[in-house]
């Protein structure tokens, strides 16, 4: 399995006012058609991040996202919205509703043995939204290299305490 340390840089982001704007970029070891199936899917996105229905593969197209791993009260966060941005094997954008904003992965032509996925996320919130948001696409994408490894989130074992690692870390950094 390929080493996710190797893979994520970790995560920066900047602030205006109550508007976050987070960053990361991922150099995948894997082919284009692959990573983009991997984020612009139905069947890609609930290996890593969410189960995707309705999702219309499309600008303009209808997407929500529910989040598989389940909040302490046993509750999936669910967020719909819209696909923004659409160039297939290049960029694909989801516009949501609620807390999650828009969230953008840029695939870039392979360099070398890998693509570079540049992902932005950009929210309203306070600044423990931001941290929370940092840990957890960070974690989302340690989830996101495991399954282009053919190793497919088990939801169902999932627990918080990975994703609350992840947090002190970007709290204790202040990025």
């Not at 499309?58 to 669910?78: E, F, S």
Request: glycine share 10%; charged share 25%; aromatic share 10%.
């Amino acid at each position: 399995m390929t080493d996710a340390t190797d893979v994520i840089e970790p995560g920066a982001s900047e602030t205006h006012g109550d508007l976050h704007i987070l960053r990361f970029t991922l150099r995948l070891p894997h082919p284009v058609p692959r990573v983009w199936a991997a984020v612009a899917s139905s069947a890609g996105l609930r290996g890593w991040l969410a189960a995707a229905d309705p999702f219309e593969p499309r600008m303009g197209g209808a997407i929500t996202l529910r989040w598989l791993n389940t909040d302490q009260d046993g509750q999936a966060t669910v967020a719909s919205g819209t696909v923004t941005a659409w160039d297939v094997e290049r960029v694909a954008e989801y516009t949501l509703e609620g807390l999650h904003g828009r969230i953008r992965f840029h695939l870039e032509p392979p360099r070398g043995d890998h693509v570079l996925l540049r992902f932005t996320n950009e929210f309203r919130g306070d600044d423990e939204l931001r941290l929370d948001c940092l840990a957890g696409w960070h974690d989302h994408f340690r989830y996101l290299v495991d399954a282009l490894d053919g190793y497919p989130a088990d939801w169902s074992k999932w627990t918080p305490l990975r994703w609350a690692g992840l947090r002190e870390q970007y709290a204790a950094a202040g990025r």
